[in-house]
C-alpha cells in the first residue's frame, strides 16, 4: 500500500489567488437598498458594479456586507475594512461575519476599503473601494453658506451706514448742545453782567438817598432849599426807575446807540468830572493834576465822552498810590487824552487784553471791579473813530498810562445812525478797601455798654462809611470791609445783629451768612442781607442760607433801623420768654436757629440729668457739651439773656414745678431731688420765679390732677 502525504489546507490556501472582495449588499437605515434605473434609489446598478454612492442629509445610517469569491475553504479567510473620514485604523473581521454597518454619519466625504486575506494575514492588494458621498441640508449647502455671507455682508453693510449715520447724527447733536451751552454761558454772563453793573450803579444811589432822606427831615432848611431837594429826590426816583429797568433786558445785541454830536467843552467837562471824584481822591489821599486848557472847544458826543472821563478816571482812581495826572490837548485834527497814575502797571503782556471784556490783570488783587470800564472806554472812542491804548508812563516811574485820541467827526458822519453792542452805563466808583487791624476784639466805650451792637459790613468804602454814620447814634458799631475780616471780629466780639452786603470779593455775604448761622458760638445773631440784587431767586436763596432780613438797594435809612430794632426786640422778647416769672414749661420756641435749638435741648437734658448734684455747675455742663465753659456762657447769654448759673436755677425750678403738679412727692422732697441744698432757700427761689411758694402753688392746683 502506498501513502501520499497531503499539505494542510492553509498552504494550500496561501498558495491560491485571493480573488477581490465584492460589495453584495447595501443598506441604509437597517434596510437593503435595491438599484433603480428611475432615481428613486441611491444605485443605479447593482451594488456590486456601484463605485459611488450619492446620499441625502437624512441618509445617516449606512451598511455593507461583502464576499472573496474563493471557493476553495473560504471559511478561512479574514477580512480587513475601514471607512476613511470615519475610522483611523482597519478593523477586522471573518467570513462568518463579513457585514459592517456606520449610524449617524455627518454630511461629508467618505471612502468605504475592504481587502481580504489567508490564515497568515498576507491581504490581497487589490482592494475593493466604495465612495460615499452624504450631502449637507439645504441650511448647510454652499448655496447657503453663500446666501448667508452675502447676507453678513449686506447686514454690515447696512450696520456701517446707520452706524456713520448716527455717528453724523450724535455729532450734530453735539455741536448743537455746545451751541446752546455756548449760547446758555453768554447769556448767564450777561445776566451776570446786568447784576454787576446794577449793584455798581444802586450802590451810589443809596449813598444820595440816604443823606438826602436825613437831610429833609432837619428843620433848619429854607424852603427854597427844600425845593431844590424835592428836585433831587424826584430825579433820584427817576434814575431808580431807569436801574429797575436796566435789569429786564435779556438781549444786549438788540441794544442801538446814536451818536449826537454838539459842540462842546471839553475843559469844562473834564474838570467837572475831577470835581466828582475830588471827595474819593482827598479822602484816599491822592492828589489829581491836571493840565487843561481854559477853553478846549471839541464837536463830539457829550454823554459818551462824559463816560470815557469817568471811566478813566475810575480806573486810575482804583489803582493809584498818591497822585493821578490828566492831561487834554488837540493835536492832528482831533483831542489827545492822557492819564496816567503811579499804581502798579499794566504787564506788556496784557495791555492789550485791559480793553476786553471783564478782564483784569494780574495785579488786581486790591482793586476791586468787575472789568469792564476800560471795555466800555474802548466801545465809545472806536464808535468816534478814535483809537485808545496802555503803555507804561514816559517817565519811566511804576504807573500805567492811558492815551486816547478822538478826531473830529467829519460832516458827513455826524448824522448817521450808528449801532453797536453796549455793555453798561458808566462804571462806578472804586470800592475802597481798609486794612485790617491787628487788633480784632472791639473795646466798646464806657458810654455805650448799654447799647446793642452791631457789626456792619461792606466792600464799599463809602457805603460803610455811611452806615456806621447812620446807624452810630443808636447803637455801637463795628465795622469792616470784607467777609472773612468780619469772621475773625466774630471770634473775639460779640455783636447783637450784623448787616452784610451780599456781593463782596472775598466771601460774599450769602457764605458770611452761612457760615455765621452754621457755627454754634455766632448762630444765635440775626443778619440782614443788603443787595442790589432784586430777583425773587435772589431772595430766595438769601434768606434759605439763614438771613433774617433782606433788604434792596438802594435803601431808606429809616426803613434798615426799623428793621434793626424790630429784631433786636423779637431777641429781647424771646429771653424775657425764657427769664419769664409765667413760664409754664420750657420751651425753645419757634423763631430759635435749628442750632440754638438743639444746644437748648442739650444743655437742659444734660442739667435735668444732673440736677440732684448740689455741685453742678458750668464746668460740668462744659464737659458734658465739649464746649468751653466761656462759648457757654456767651451763648447762654445771648439766647437766653440768663447766666449758666440762672439758666440752670430756672430748668431746676421748672422740673420741680413739674414735680408739684403730678403729686408724687412731697415739697421737702421736690427741693432736694432738684439740687437745692435746703428747703427755706428752695421755697424762695420758687417764689421769685413764679410769685408764689411751693406750698400755695400746691393747694391752688386742682385735686384732679394730683
Known amino acids: 500500500?502506498?501513502?501520499?502525504?497531503?499539505?494542510?489546507?492553509?498552504?494550500?490556501?496561501?498558495?491560491?489567488?485571493?480573488?477581490?472582495?465584492?460589495?453584495?449588499?447595501?443598506?441604509?437605515?437597517?434596510?437593503?437598498?435595491?438599484?433603480?434605473?428611475?432615481?428613486?434609489?441611491?444605485?443605479?446598478?447593482?451594488?456590486?458594479?456601484?463605485?459611488?454612492?450619492?446620499?441625502?442629509?437624512?441618509?445617516?445610517?449606512?451598511?455593507?456586507?461583502?464576499?472573496?469569491?474563493?471557493?476553495?475553504?473560504?471559511?478561512?479567510?479574514?477580512?480587513?475594512?475601514?471607512?476613511?473620514?470615519?475610522?483611523?485604523?482597519?478593523?477586522?473581521?471573518?467570513?462568518?461575519?463579513?457585514?459592517?454597518?456606520?449610524?449617524?454619519?455627518?454630511?461629508?466625504?467618505?471612502?468605504?476599503?475592504?481587502?481580504?486575506?489567508?490564515?497568515?494575514?498576507?491581504?490581497?492588494?487589490?482592494?475593493?473601494?466604495?465612495?460615499?458621498?452624504?450631502q449637507p441640508s439645504f441650511f448647510r449647502s454652499k448655496g447657503a453658506l453663500a446666501g448667508y455671507v452675502v447676507l453678513t455682508l449686506i447686514v454690515i453693510a447696512v450696520g456701517l451706514y446707520y452706524w456713520m449715520r448716527r455717528t453724523e447724527q450724535q455729532q450734530r447733536e453735539k455741536i448743537e448742545s455746545v451751541k446752546r451751552e455756548n449760547e446758555r454761558n453768554l447769556y448767564e454772563q450777561r445776566i451776570s453782567f446786568f447784576t454787576n453793573i446794577t449793584h455798581e450803579i444802586r450802590t451810589p444811589l443809596s449813598l444820595i438817598i440816604g443823606p438826602l432822606e436825613q437831610v429833609m427831615k432837619s428843620h433848619?432848611?429854607?424852603?427854597?432849599?427844600?425845593?431844590?431837594?424835592?428836585?433831587?429826590?424826584?430825579?433820584?426816583?427817576?434814575?431808580?426807575?431807569?436801574?429797575?429797568?436796566?435789569?429786564?433786558?435779556?438781549?444786549?445785541?438788540?441794544?442801538?446807540?446814536?451818536?449826537?454830536?454838539?459842540?462842546?467843552?471839553?475843559?469844562?467837562?473834564?474838570?467837572?468830572?475831577?470835581?466828582?471824584?475830588?471827595?474819593?481822591?482827598?479822602?484816599?489821599?491822592?492828589?489829581?493834576?491836571?493840565?487843561?486848557?481854559?477853553?478846549?472847544?471839541?464837536?463830539?458826543?457829550?454823554?459818551?465822552?462824559?463816560?470815557?472821563?469817568?471811566?478813566?478816571?475810575?480806573?486810575?482812581?482804583?489803582?493809584?498810590?498818591?497822585?493821578?495826572?490828566?492831561?487834554?490837548?488837540?493835536?492832528?485834527?482831533?483831542?489827545?487824552?492822557?492819564?496816567?497814575?503811579d499804581g502798579p502797571g499794566i504787564p506788556a503782556e496784557e495791555r492789550e487784553k485791559v480793553f476786553e471784556a471783564f478782564y483784569q490783570t494780574r495785579n488786581n488783587g486790591f482793586a476791586s471791579g468787575v472789568g469792564i470800564g476800560l471795555h466800555l472806554c474802548r466801545i465809545f472812542i472806536r464808535l468816534m473813530g478814535g483809537t485808545i491804548t496802555a503803555t507804561e508812563r514816559p517817565d519811566g516811574k511804576s504807573g500805567a498810562l492811558l492815551t486816547a485820541f478822538i478826531p473830529e467827526p467829519a460832516s458827513e458822519k455826524m448824522d448817521i445812525r450808528v449801532e453797536t453792542r453796549l455793555n453798561t452805563e458808566t462804571v462806578g466808583q472804586s470800592q475802597l478797601q481798609k486794612e485790617p487791624g491787628t487788633d480784632l476784639a472791639i473795646q466798646r466805650p464806657s458810654d455805650m455798654t448799654v447799647r446793642h451792637t452791631v457789626m456792619v459790613v461792606d466792600d464799599d468804602s463809602n457805603i460803610l462809611d455811611?452806615?456806621?454814620?447812620?446807624?452810630?447814634?443808636?447803637?455801637?458799631?463795628?465795622?469792616?470791609?470784607?467777609?472773612?475780616?468780619?469772621?475773625?471780629?466774630?471770634?473775639?466780639?460779640?455783636?447783637?445783629?450784623?448787616?452784610?452786603?451780599?456781593?463782596?470779593?472775598?466771601?460774599?455775604?450769602?457764605?458770611?451768612?452761612?457760615?455765621?448761622?452754621?457755627?454754634?458760638?455766632?448762630?444765635?445773631?440775626?443778619?440782614?442781607?443788603?443787595?442790589?440784587?432784586?430777583?425773587?431767586?435772589?431772595?430766595?436763596?438769601?434768606?434759605?442760607c439763614g438771613a433774617d432780613a433782606y433788604i434792596e438797594k438802594p435803601f431808606s435809612p429809616d426803613q434798615l433801623k426799623a428793621q434793626i430794632s424790630s429784631l433786636l426786640r423779637t431777641r429781647d422778647e424771646i429771653r424775657r420768654l425764657y427769664a419769664g416769672k409765667f413760664m409754664t414749661e420750657f420751651d425753645t420756641g419757634s423763631q430759635q436757629n435749628r442750632l440754638d435749638e438743639e444746644f437748648i435741648l442739650k444743655c437742659r437734658d444734660v442739667i435735668i440729668a444732673h440736677m440732684r448734684n448740689p455741685d453742678l455747675s458750668v464746668g460740668l455742663l462744659a464737659r458734658e457739651l465739649a464746649m468751653?465753659?466761656?462759648?457757654?456762657?456767651?451763648?447762654?447769654?445771648?439766647?437766653?439773656?440768663?447766666?449758666?448759673?440762672?439758666?440752670?436755677?430756672l430748668i431746676r425750678l421748672n422740673e420741680a414745678k413739674r414735680m408739684i403738679i403730678?403729686?408724687?412727692?412731697?415739697?421737702?422732697?421736690?427741693?432736694?431731688?432738684?439740687?437745692?441744698?435746703?428747703?427755706?432757700?428752695?421755697?424762695?427761689?420758687?417764689?421769685?420765679?413764679?410769685?408764689?411758694?411751693?406750698?400755695?402753688?400746691?393747694?391752688?392746683?386742682?385735686?384732679?390732677?394730683?
Open 662 to 706: 403730678e403729686g408724687r412727692y412731697r415739697i421737702t422732697e421736690i427741693g432736694f431731688l432738684t439740687g437745692f441744698s435746703s428747703s427755706s432757700y428752695f421755697a424762695k427761689c420758687f417764689a421769685k420765679q413764679f410769685g408764689v411758694l411751693p406750698t400755695e402753688f400746691l393747694e391752688k392746683q386742682d385735686p384732679g390732677t394730683q
Open 466 to 544: 455811611f452806615l456806621v454814620k447812620v446807624l452810630g447814634n443808636d447803637y455801637f458799631v463795628i465795622s469792616t470791609d470784607s467777609g472773612s475780616q468780619a469772621l475773625n471780629l466774630l471770634r473775639n466780639n460779640d455783636p447783637d445783629l450784623v448787616v452784610s452786603d451780599i456781593m463782596m470779593a472775598d466771601i460774599d455775604g450769602i457764605e458770611l451768612c452761612r457760615r455765621i448761622k452754621n457755627d454754634i458760638s455766632t448762630s444765635h445773631i440775626p443778619v440782614i442781607l443788603l443787595t442790589a440784587r432784586t430777583g425773587v431767586s435772589s431772595k430766595i436763596e438769601g434768606l434759605e
Open 628 to 649: 468751653g465753659r466761656t462759648l457757654i456762657f456767651r451763648k447762654l447769654k445771648a439766647v437766653t439773656g440768663l447766666t449758666p448759673n440762672d439758666f440752670m436755677k
Open 1 to 134: 500500500m502506498v501513502y501520499v502525504r497531503s499539505p494542510p489546507p492553509h498552504d494550500i490556501m496561501g498558495n491560491l489567488n485571493l480573488y477581490p472582495v465584492i460589495i453584495t449588499r447595501f443598506s441604509l437605515n437597517g434596510l437593503p437598498v435595491s438599484h433603480a434605473e428611475d432615481g428613486s434609489s441611491p444605485l443605479s446598478v447593482p451594488v456590486e458594479y456601484t463605485r459611488k454612492i450619492t446620499l441625502s442629509h437624512r441618509q445617516t445610517s449606512v451598511g455593507f456586507r461583502f464576499v472573496s469569491p474563493t471557493y476553495l475553504f473560504p471559511g478561512d479567510c479574514r477580512y480587513r475594512y475601514r471607512l476613511d473620514g470615519l475610522d483611523d485604523h482597519w478593523s477586522m473581521t471573518d467570513s462568518r461575519n463579513a457585514s459592517v454597518n456606520y449610524n449617524n454619519l455627518r454630511p461629508g466625504e467618505y471612502c468605504f476599503r475592504v481587502q481580504v486575506g489567508n490564515g497568515d494575514m498576507q491581504w490581497n492588494s487589490d482592494e475593493t473601494k466604495l465612495w460615499i458621498r452624504i
Open 220 to 341: 433848619r432848611i429854607s424852603e427854597e432849599d427844600g425845593e431844590y431837594l424835592a428836585v433831587i429826590k424826584q430825579n433820584y426816583h427817576r434814575l431808580h426807575s431807569l436801574v429797575n429797568q436796566l435789569l429786564d433786558f435779556r438781549k444786549i445785541d438788540s441794544n442801538k446807540y446814536r451818536l449826537r454830536y454838539d459842540i462842546c467843552d471839553v475843559g469844562q467837562l473834564v474838570r467837572e468830572q475831577l470835581a466828582m471824584f475830588g471827595p474819593t481822591a482827598q479822602q484816599r489821599r491822592i492828589r489829581l493834576i491836571e493840565e487843561i486848557p481854559d477853553r478846549l472847544m471839541q464837536i463830539t458826543d457829550r454823554e459818551a465822552l462824559t463816560k470815557i472821563i469817568s471811566n478813566l478816571l475810575s480806573n486810575a482812581l482804583r489803582f493809584a498810590a498818591e497822585e493821578i495826572h490828566i492831561c487834554i490837548d488837540r493835536r492832528d485834527d482831533g483831542l489827545v487824552m492822557e492819564v496816567w497814575d
